[in-house]
């Protein structure tokens, strides 16, 4: 339908002819993402109409179509400018039954309001969805849903979460999440006024259906329960990454640390539970695992401390199936073909590390898992299908960040000692971080750990003298190259290294290097000492 009969239309129209009108408009661009810029101006008029339409008094079928087009129109952020004004915002506010803009007394359009048709619920779920596109798409909208205290909205919302239908909870979430990612001021707002982590701590609660049996312990789900339903799923993600935004900055105080475990348990009973696919129990796993690195990390005993339902022995009684459960999503993610690890596995590799470090019972776990007892020193270490030959490859990985993100969590499970991390990788896939760590003449971490016994076998005892340090296993004895040789032939090989060796120094191609004795690599004329200097201080007999 031509624009410009619409709008000539409209100024006219009746509140029926308006929706008739709309609606077909609708059907013909609502799968339309592209649109003709030449249209633009008729298209920004347009939603200039639809505002003056929803300002007056229509009935909810009427109101729903004009959000729709609009919702339509704002996929475009072009024609946004009468949208992100102060007007448009407390209409689509209003619509969307948040108290933007209005004191708190004033219950008009009040998200508190249960008592609505499902035509007048369609009214909310449209508004909120158009509001999520508005802001994603304007920034003047951005800066307008601050002036207008839209997020205030959001959390007076929040709190009659448990009478949310499954739409009006999700849109209402996404917006929050799109507020927090997109304003900073307006996250330290969320968190210390409106108290956002505390909301939506409750809605994640809810949701997720926790039952408390001790001061952060959830019950252990029901094997032979349902899976978590698809709605909640899509809700408590839309939660997970709007406390993600939240937490990115640093608190304290006994009040964060309390809420904070709250999160670490009901993070715990996440990932305990099932969803109706695997790639969604996988979604889950991974918004925890990104909110559980915000975490302080002396939370995380919450993870392992389940006292109610037990834990092993050998484990000072803790309670590893959390710890299990990261584990595996982790090898998930090193297996999955085509993935970003950067984005899908470092943060796991992130939250593993920290934890071993920080936890001693949660290293001891990981490092049986990760790295047993060397029995067959026949292989090289980064070869083969094993949780450590896949961690000890990824220690090569051309990713710089994957790279050292591996190679510091085989660290942290070696205690941050050289020769541990030698034994299982081999210098060769170790010498990357060793350099930025100043490590290469062996050493420990800065990190003071506690000794374990020696747990070493026997078959890695007798074969440990014969062990290539570079490569970390038994070699194959090769055959002598120059064993064949006549001396004069031995001479001319040497001489011709020395040769190739000069014509690269001299073309600064390579630079001799050396090890400074604090373990640094330096240019090799500073590390070496002239055997003609005194350096006692005083001639000698």
């Known amino acids: 339908m031509d624009l410009n009969t619409i709008l000539s239309q ?13 609606q077909q408009y609708n059907r013909e661009n609502m799968h339309t993402f592209s649109f003709d810029q030449k249209e633009e101006t008729l298209r920004s008029k347009l939603c200039q109409s639809v505002l003056t339409v929803l300002g007056k008094q229509v009935q909810p079928s009427c109101q729903k179509t004009c959000l729709e087009t609009l919702r339509i129109l704002s996929r475009d952020k072009r024609v946004l400018g009468p949208v992100a004004t102060r007007e448009g915002m407390l209409i689509l506010g209003g619509m969307a039954r948040l108290r933007a803009g209005q004191e708190e007394g004033d219950n008009q359009n009040s998200s508190q309001d249960c008592t609505q048709s499902e035509e007048e619920e369609r009214v909310v779920v449209e508004a909120l969805k158009c509001l999520c596109n508005v802001v994603y798409n304007s920034p003047a909208a951005q800066q307008v849903s601050v002036d207008v205290q839209l997020a205030h909205g959001l959390c007076a919302s929040l709190r009659t979460a448990r009478s949310w239908h499954h739409e009006v909870g999700l849109f209402t979430l996404r917006l929050l999440f799109l507020l927090s990612a997109l304003l900073p001021d307006v996250r330290v707002v969320l968190r210390r006024e409106w108290h956002a982590v505390r909301l939506l701590t409750e809605v994640l609660e809810h949701t997720l259906d926790v039952r408390w049996v001790g001061p952060y312990e959830a019950a252990r789900p029901d094997p032979q329960a349902l899976p978590l339903p698809a709605e909640d799923n899509e809700r408590a993600m839309e939660a997970l990454k709007a406390l993600f935004n939240l937490t990115l900055s640093e608190a304290g105080g006994e009040e964060d640390d309390h809420q904070f475990r709250l999160i670490a348990a009901i993070l715990r009973h996440l990932l305990m539970l099932k969803t109706e696919t695997e790639e969604k129990t996988e979604e889950a796993h991974s918004h925890a695992v990104n909110l559980l690195n915000n975490l302080p990390v002396s939370c995380l005993d919450v993870l392992i401390d389940i006292p109610v339902q037990g834990g092993q022995e050998k484990y000072g009684g803790k309670n590893m199936d959390a710890v299990q459960v990261l584990l595996d999503f982790m090898e998930k993610r090193i297996d999955k073909q085509g993935s970003n690890f950067k984005e899908g596995l470092t943060p796991v590799l992130s939250l593993l590390t920290e934890g071993s470090r920080h936890h001693r019972e949660i290293r001891r776990y990981i490092k049986a898992q990760v790295l047993p007892p ?17 961690l000890v490859r990824l220690m090569t990985h051309v990713d710089m960040g994957v790279k050292q993100t591996a190679a510091e969590f085989l660290f942290v499970l070696c205690k941050e000692s050289v020769d541990n991390l030698l034994k299982y990788t081999g210098y060769g896939n170790a010498a990357g971080l060793l350099v930025a760590r100043g490590l290469l003449a062996g050493g420990r971490g800065e990190t003071q750990y506690s000794e374990d016994e020696d747990s070493d076998t026997e078959e890695y005892k007798s074969a440990k003298p014969f062990i290539n340090p570079i490569t970390g296993h038994v070699e194959e004895p090769m055959p002598n190259p120059i064993e064949e040789m006549t001396e004069e032939q031995k001479e001319y090989e040497a001489q011709k290294l020395v040769n190739m ?26 590390t070496l000492c002239d055997p003609h200097e005194d350096n006692s201080g005083s001639d000698s007999d």
Do not use: Y
Not at 374 to 390: C, F, H, Q, S, Y
């Open 501 to 526: 060796f000069d014509k690269l120094s001299r073309q600064n191609v390579i630079r001799p290097m050396g090890v400074r004795p604090d373990g640094t690599l330096a240019p090799l004329e500073e």
């Open 10 to 22: 409209l100024e006219t129209a009746n509140e029926e002819d308006i929706e008739k009108l709309l």
């Open 374 to 390: 060397l029995k067959d020193v026949k292989i090289r270490p980064e070869i083969g299908t094993t949780i450590r030959n896949k």
